[in-house]
């Protein structure tokens, strides 16, 4: 294979060109890191993975993303990892997804706040946008919760 890059796998090669991947997504799909690659920065962005029963278990497997760290930044490492898992996630709360993803640190809570915040909590005070009843712009039905769940019963599409 590659073999100029003695040190350089060409999963990490792909990683620093086209961003935050997927294991499908790597050239050598189903391969595991190397030695190499973790001390070349190639790590695992898996929210809720971490101490069991967190608050997005339920989800099933959320599929991981690879990146290199000090190389992407946390907004499309968390970018990336949201629009893959976009169907599994829409069941929690902007708040659940949130706390899991500022385990993975400061740079990742601030990206997170940015995406989901600021956070609001149901029953202290202000109605949380994704609680409230809408009504859709495309066939006019009233629904509650995130328009993202509507989408598939939408009949104005
Ligand atoms: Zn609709």
Same mark, same amino acid.
């Given at each position: 294979?590659?073999?100029?890059?003695?040190?350089?796998?060409?999963?990490?090669?792909?990683?620093?060109?086209?961003?935050?991947?997927?294991?499908?997504?790597?050239?050598?799909?189903?391969?595991?890191?190397?030695?190499?690659?973790?001390?070349?920065?190639?790590?695992?962005?898996?929210p809720g993975s971490r101490n069991?029963?967190s608050?997005?278990?339920?989800?099933?497997?959320?599929?991981?993303?690879?990146?290199?760290?000090?190389? $992407?930044?946390?907004?499309?490492?968390?970018?990336?990892?949201?629009?893959?898992?976009?169907?599994?996630?829409?069941?929690?709360?902007?708040?659940?997804? $949130?706390y899991r993803v500022s385990e993975y640190g400061?740079?990742f809570r601030?990206?997170?706040?940015?995406?989901?915040?600021?956070?609001?909590?149901?029953?202290?005070?202000?109605?949380?946008?994704?609680?409230?009843?809408?009504?859709?712009?495309?066939?006019?039905?009233?629904?509650?919760?995130?328009?993202?769940?509507?989408?598939?019963?939408?009949?104005?599409?």
């Amino acid at each position: 294979m590659a073999t100029n890059g003695r040190q350089r796998s060409t999963n990490w090669k792909a990683l620093m060109d086209r961003g935050p991947l997927t294991p499908n997504e790597l050239p050598n799909r189903g391969t595991r890191r190397s030695y190499k690659d973790r001390m070349n920065g190639m790590c695992v962005f898996n929210p809720g993975s971490r101490n069991g029963g967190s608050s997005l278990s339920g989800t099933g497997q959320t599929t991981i993303v690879y990146y290199i760290t000090d190389h $992407h930044e946390p907004e499309e490492i968390l970018d990336k990892w949201y629009s893959v898992n976009k169907d599994k996630l829409e069941d929690f709360s902007e708040k659940a997804i $949130h706390y899991r993803v500022s385990e993975y640190g400061k740079k990742f809570r601030e990206a997170s706040y940015e995406k989901f915040g600021p956070i609001s909590t149901p029953g202290c005070g202000g109605a949380n946008k994704d609680y409230r009843d809408q009504k859709c712009k495309k066939c006019g039905e009233v629904f509650t919760g995130q328009f993202a769940k509507h989408l598939p019963k939408c009949s104005g599409r």
